[in-house]
């Protein structure tokens, strides 16, 4: 099935995340990939942040499948 992957650039685990996205298309696996710059892990909790709420609203389309 399709992926999406979405990262922040400052978290520790960003590297690991672009690669995830990166083996899942050399397997042939259609990957919507989102990186939100600026922002840190854990920024999805943080409210107001624009960035952070434009990345949220990528995340609920992508779960309702639009």
């Known amino acids: ?8 650039e400052h978290d ?3 590297d690991d995340g672009v690669a995830y996205a990166d083996a899942l298309r050399a397997a042939g696996v259609p990957v919507r990939y989102v ?4 922002h840190v ?4 909790s943080l409210p107001g942040a624009r960035a952070i709420v434009e990345a949220a609203d990528l995340i609920v ?3 309702l499948g639009a």
């Open 1 to 8: 099935p399709p992926a999406f992957v979405l990262t922040v």
């Open 12 to 14: 520790a685990l960003h």
């Open 35 to 38: 990186d939100v710059p600026g």
């Open 41 to 44: 892990h854990g920024s999805l």
């Open 61 to 63: 389309a992508q779960l």
